[in-house]
């Protein structure tokens, strides 16, 4: 599931001080009459901010303007969890999730975001060599009032392993929502399906095509898309929030895990090792585990659950 903030308040821990409220209203009137508008622009950081910053280095600025807000926000990064651990993760300390309002003073070139003065991260935002080790910066725009008509909808750009995934605005008069704001199955992947064969198979971290692959969460380095899936990306293992995968033979991927836990996938096919019932096994992916935050200083994305083996 994937992360939804439809209209955010700031709490102490943005850059700026509260003094946002429901923002200045320079965007207009937006009325959205069609399916799937997106009305957020997104760009992936290059090179980490730290405390103290007064801008960020981006992919790209196009799409932003000096007076825009924007959120910065710190997709993943934890990486002290042991595979298929089914230990709830605490975040109240961790820099994953955590999120920062922002005004653009100016543009420098293709890449660089200025402040307004006054303006400072008060946390660092960490990107790095690790596979998917990311944060965003999305541009919030700032509304009089929003109207979806009925068979129109708000939605996020999908997360691709570096931007995407949130829908954020302001508005300072009505949201009237006859259709949908959602960012539903835009967030966290789910482990890509791939056709295993054998049986027998034991792996936390089982190589492929004994397993299949694992889901995606806010541990970078253990989800993977490619055609031969990479070593710790498949097995029954999960990685903190995402759910491990299915193992030889027809064992079933974990589900991803959020404020609850992800469930276990199903057993193997009764004829694993040998045949007869006794020979189905219980090597289904493991669940995501629970992610413990508050939603004042922390947002988060859903576990992507695990693949199933076939």
């Known amino acids: ?31 959205v009459n069609a399916a799937n508008t997106i009305v957020n622009t997104y760009t992936r950081l290059t090179a980490t901010a730290n405390a103290g910053a007064t801008s960020v280095t981006v992919t790209s600025t196009a799409g932003f303007a000096a007076g825009d807000l924007v959120m910065v926000y710190q997709s993943t990064g934890l990486t002290a969890v042991a595979i298929g651990s089914q230990t709830a993760i605490d975040l109240s300390t961790a820099q994953v999730g955590r999120w920062q309002f922002a005004r653009v003073l100016s543009l420098t070139g293709t890449t660089r975001l200025n402040f307004v003065a006054g303006t400072t991260l008060t946390q660092a935002f960490t990107v790095g060599t690790t596979a998917n080790l990311a944060a965003q910066v999305l541009r919030v725009p700032e509304y009089q009032s929003v109207t979806v008509n009925a068979g129109a909808s708000i939605v996020a750009a999908p997360w691709d392993g570096q931007v995407g995934g949130l829908v954020v605005f302001l508005s300072q008069g009505a949201v009237n929502n006859a259709g949908a704001i959602s960012a539903n199955g835009m967030g966290f992947r789910g482990g890509l399906y791939r056709n ?43 990685v903190g929030n995402a759910g491990g995968g299915g ?26 090792n040998g045949g007869g019932a006794s020979a189905s096994r219980d090597v289904g992916g493991l669940g995501g585990v629970p992610m413990n935050f508050s939603a004042v200083d922390h947002l988060l994305f859903g576990g992507g659950g695990g693949a199933g083996h076939s």
């Open 1 to 31: 599931m994937a992360l939804l903030c439809a209209v955010l308040l700031a709490p102490p821990a943005f850059a700026e001080p509260d003094t946002l409220g429901l923002g200045t209203g320079r965007n207009g009137v937006l009325t």
């Open 196 to 238: 295993g064969n054998g049986d027998g198979c034991t792996g936390i971290n089982q190589a492929y095509p004994g397993g299949t692959s694992k889901g995606e969460g806010v541990v970078p380095g253990n989800f993977s898309i490619a055609g031969v899936p990479p070593t710790n990306t498949t097995g029954y293992g999960n």
């Open 247 to 272: 193992i030889c033979h027809n064992s079933g991927g974990g589900g991803g895990g959020a404020a609850g836990a992800g469930g276990r996938g199903g057993r193997t096919w009764s004829g694993d």
